[in-house]
């Protein structure tokens, strides 16, 4: 296997410049693992990560009584265990090769000294995931745009008849509330701008006042957009 | 303002220790900002990311001709310019205080050699973007499940016809495939994986083999679900 390329071939690190690959490249261990085999069990030790170089990989959780849950299925291109890793801890859960695979271990060790001997690396992979996360967080903008001002016009309605009254308290916090209406804290607070832009409501710290009860039970409704 | 309040309460830092938290604040300096004054400007040196305290931010592009294009707005808890920050560069666009605003200003040099000192931030960071990534996706392919398998559907049979064969050639890259069928490269390798689960296709490194039409139009229509 040619270890730079499969380095360069991980979601994780695609766009890094050559150098880092190589770094990368160097601290990352082959680990052929044949189908049916398992990689690692819950409760070990997380001491690495790994990123299918070809293959399938899953991983799942058994049951005491035996019944198996599969969680993801990763394949090539893909890391996995890379979280828990960072955090340190253990495997929450198993993973087994689906088919004959080849694996890259990334040591925890060793990719802890690297970044401790580069931080150009540690800024140049932030860079990658938080430019990741900024494209990610369009795209769920884009996906929930059309529903999320409806159903949060009706929660804020159905708030204001609980609550009676205009200047409404909204009980969540707003990662949960985002949860509630299927989407994240990011497009929650842009809806919320948009709606106090447009003067269905003001925003007044935790509070929201509302405004124009109108518009929302249109917005509600369907009948308009924001 | 309380420093290490304020950084507790970005979005980026959420979930961080305590101890962490105290670097991080320790590094960052409070830059007050009234109402309509400029952060920075488009080709500055990036030498440092900014998060807003209170008040709200808008980043926009300024044309020679003096029309105003936003790209963002920023509140409470939002980072910004830390792609750049963490990637090296100039600033890209023009950053202007739309309230009376308080920021934090992480310096670039100040950043990296905490960094550098301290490995273990490097890793609780990249544990707390690689884990909201997964989240992310989680929620994307929530949110465009329904409808990808089905474009997907479509496209593949109209490289069927354009193709008049079976072994198709996707012609484009997964991330622009990806792109078009309004989904992230992640969601898309797992509709493709599930296809080929159900029978419908096989996967054949760059190459899509069709198995199955029928069941592929019955998708593309919309009659059938994967």
Known sequence: MDKKAAVAGMEMFAGLAP???????????????????????????????????????????????????????????AAFAEVVVFQGGVFPADAQALEDSELLFFPRRGFAALLRDDPELAMSML???????????????????????????????????????????????????????????????RVLRKMADDGLIVLDGQAVVLRDVERLEELASGQKNL
Chains 1, 2 share one sequence.
């Open 19 to 77: 150098d880092k690959i190589a770094e990368l490249a160097a601290v990352a261990e082959v680990r052929r693992r044949e189908r049916g085999r398992v990689i690692f069990r819950a409760g070990e030790a997380a001491d690495g990560f790994y990123s299918v170089a070809s293959g399938k990989v899953r991983i799942y959780r058994s049951s005491p009584s035996g019944k198996e849950h599969i969680l993801h299925v990763f394949g090539p291109g």
């Open 127 to 189: 860079a990658l995931l938080s430019a990741r996360l900024r494209f990610f967080v369009q795209k769920i903008e884009e996906l929930s745009l059309k529903e999320v001002p409806a159903r949060l016009a009706a929660h804020l309605l159905l708030l204001h008849s609980a609550q009676k009254k205009m200047r409404l308290d909204l009980e969540l916090p707003k990662g949960q509330l985002a949860g509630y209406l299927g989407t994240i804290p990011e497009t929650l607070s």
